[in-house]
């Protein structure tokens, strides 16, 4: 156990870099952990309209009348500069002009003009608003006429139609058990604790991790080990004991902090899901610094991986942004880096992402990949020195 | 001083090209201070690897007590002591804690390990420094922590390489003492160098390499009588005239007479009364000279007239 003892003897004079680390990210994740949680919600989208009415008829002011139900209406100078001005300051998203003789039009079933022949309007090309008053005015006009082909009045074809879009739509998003998580043990909000986890797991445990290990095996001290009693495959067993154990009271911690930032003991499937999310990709962390020192690269250039590493894959693989905010490209290089797999796990556990269990399965499964391919290239590496 | 501790049988290792050990054998007895002498490159420490099983070597054999040395003759390796050229301890531990933690690679029960520890601290007098970070010792008391951590565990073979290298005189003469005193208390020691006078102090019979080969062994006076110049008389003068110098080599045991920066270098080979035959002269030709001494043959001698080079080009 000699070599066990002095691995954590050396860990005591490189743990001060991993306090730094912890304190720095916990006081960053404070305020974004504990910021307004944003409600999954959904509001009907409102306009600003001027409306022109040339018609001055019953038609006219009932269309006006259901427009004002769902719209705030802008009331503006009869003055097309003026009108112009007021689109291009954003304080109409629409003008609608309705002309003289929209009421003959509109009852005219053999009348083939739609919406934007009834109708002229002022507006933005190609803005969402003429997408939603086109879609609007359009859906009015046909079933005011289905109404009237009925057999109904014009006046009570108004009523019928204007009855059925004051009902609006409900919307309801669709929680199911098997396609999404929404657990309000696990928000997304303390999501972002864990999503970021992947840099700082890199950071810490590469920084104090790779250093120990160097120390260990600098020449001289080395070849006065490999002179004594001790065997090789015991020094080799207790430095991986060391190692794993150094990296778990490294996750340990993280994890502590975690939970004063959650506000107790982790609770829900979820939650727990990405505690171990983060324990496996801890000790991927622990094997990528076992790999880069079988290389015999100095501290320096250790600090350097770290920081390229970690920043980099966190950055490609939307620890920092979500992943759904990130080009095709990028993503598909992504897919080549475990922080990958861990990010889409947790996304998929805090319901940013859609995915069942067996995708969060299958992400631990390829992030485990990574530490299979990251040991069997440290062996051989190794075996080679 | 009858049992063999290390035979080394025809040792090759090779490094690419360049052969650094050459059909070496060697031959150490128990209670020995060994010396292996030999400007630097010349092999000593490839040698010292390959007993102590830290190098692989193409040819040849090396038994340790009587045992082949593999890697894993862990029985064998914890009856050695190293004591490294270079500072073999670690900077993150002080140096209590860098003697205890070599003693423990052998001594597993604590108590014994803890007066092994005092002990070898007290020998090599760092009592004074073991809360002291290796870093903050001068470069003598930090060779010091090197020994202890080597010889703590109270090895039957203790290896020295160049443990000297870069430490003040002060320093050196502890060294040296201390390692004649762990002869003393019984350990066989292997000392490498290329400083001959230290060899020559401590050492009771030498092996000096050059190329990786052995070029000559025995004991100091052994090696020293190998050679044909048995002292040098060097006399501070003037360019002498060359009927001076042409005297002076007729007298039976003067082998070779030159005049080298202000001093005349009279090489004698064996005869009692040199240096009294040689004043005469001088006395005779009424030559003005200042100091007059006389040296015995060195080790450096002895390497020069093998290989034609001094010892430390």
Request: hydrophobic share 45%; charged share 20%; net charge negative.
């Amino acid at each position: 156990m000699q070599v066990f003892k002095l691995f954590f003897k050396i860990a005591k004079s490189k743990i001060f870099i991993g306090i730094v680390y912890l304190v720095v990210f916990l006081a960053i994740c404070f305020p974004m952990v504990h910021s307004t949680q944003e409600k999954l919600d959904f509001t009907d989208t409102s306009l600003a309209l001027y409306i022109r009415d040339e018609d001055h008829s019953e038609a006219s002011q009932r269309l006006i009348e259901t427009l004002a139900k769902k719209n705030e209406i802008v009331d503006l100078e009869n003055d097309n500069t003026k009108i112009l001005d007021a689109m291009y300051y954003e304080i109409v998203d629409y003008a609608l002009v309705i002309p003289e003789g929209y009421e003959d039009h509109l009852s005219h079933l053999d009348d083939e003009a739609m919406s934007h022949e009834l109708f002229q309007s002022y507006h933005m090309r190609d803005s969402y608003a003429v997408a939603m008053m086109s879609l609007d005015l359009n859906e009015y006009v046909r079933n005011v006429r289905m109404k009237i082909a009925q057999g109904l009045p014009l006046s009570d074809a108004l009523t019928e139609v204007e009855k059925s879009m004051e009902q609006g739509v409900e919307v309801k998003f669709y929680v199911s058990d098997e396609k999404t998580f929404v657990d309000e043990n696990y928000t997304q909000n303390f999501a972002v604790f864990f999503q970021m986890m992947p840099y700082i797991l890199i950071a810490v445990i590469v920084n104090v991790l790779a250093p120990i290990l160097l120390t260990l095996n600098r020449k001289d001290p080395r070849d006065r080990i490999e002179c004594s009693r001790v065997s090789i495959a015991s020094y080799v067993r207790q430095i991986f004991s060391g190692s794993a154990i150094l990296t778990v009271i490294i996750w340990l911690v993280f994890m502590l902090g975690g939970m004063l930032l959650y506000g107790g003991m982790y609770k829900g499937t979820s939650c727990w899901m990405a505690v171990l999310n983060s324990f496996i990709f801890a000790m991927i962390s622990a094997i990528f610094a076992i790999f880069i020192v079988s290389f015999n690269v100095g501290t320096t250039v250790v600090g350097m991986i770290s920081q390229i590493f970690g920043l980099g894959m966190a950055f490609m693989c939307g620890c920092f942004f979500p992943q759904s905010m990130l080009g095709n490209g990028i993503l598909t290089i992504a897919k080549v880096l475990p922080a990958y797999w861990y990010v889409k796990a947790n996304d998929i556990l805090s319901g940013a992402q859609l995915g069942t269990m067996k995708d969060v399965w299958m992400c631990f499964a390829v992030e485990m990949g990574f530490f299979v391919l990251l040991l069997i290239g440290t062996i051989v590496k190794r075996s080679r020195k | 001083m009858s049992n063999t501790v290390v035979k080394v049988e025809n040792l090759v290792k090779k490094y690419k090209e360049l052969t650094a050990v050459d059909q070496l054998n060697l031959e150490i007895k128990e209670g020995e201070v060994f010396g292996l002498l030999g400007p630097n490159g010349c092999g000593k420490t490839t040698t010292i690897s390959c007993i102590l099983s830290l190098l692989a070597f193409d040819e040849g054999k090396i038994e340790v007590f009587g045992k082949e040395m593999t890697p894993v003759s862990y029985d064998l390796k914890s009856m050695i002591g190293i004591v490294p050229q270079n500072m073999a301890v670690f900077d993150e531990l002080n140096v209590y804690e860098n003697v205890d933690c070599f003693c423990g690679m052998y001594i597993a029960d604590q108590a014994t390990r803890k007066q092994y520890v005092d002990e070898a601290l007290d020998f090599v007098g760092l009592n004074d420094f073991r809360k002291f970070r290796p870093k903050k010792l001068s470069g003598g008391l930090a060779r010091r922590l090197n020994i202890a951590c080597g010889i703590a565990h109270k090895p039957k073979l203790i290896i020295f390489d160049e443990p000297t290298v870069a430490v003040d005189p002060q320093s050196r003469n502890k060294i040296l003492e201390g390692i004649v005193d762990l002869n003393k208390q019984g350990a066989t020691v292997i000392y490498t160098s290329h400083y001959m006078e230290e060899v020559e102090q401590i050492c009771s019979r030498i092996v000096i390499m050059d190329h990786g080969k052995k070029i000559a062994e025995g004991t100091s006076d052994e090696l020293k009588r190998t050679i044909k110049n048995t002292e040098t008389i060097f006399i501070e003068m003037d360019e002498p005239a060359a009927s001076l110098t042409e005297k002076m080599k007729t007298l039976a045991n003067v082998s070779d007479v030159s005049w080298k920066e202000g001093k005349l270098v009279i090489a004698c080979t064996g005869g009692r009364h040199n240096l009294i035959d040689i004043m005469e002269i001088l006395q005779a030709e009424k030559v003005q000279f200042g100091r007059v001494w006389s040296e015995l043959p060195t080790l450096n001698d002895v390497f020069l007239t093998i290989t034609g080079k001094e010892l430390r080009d």
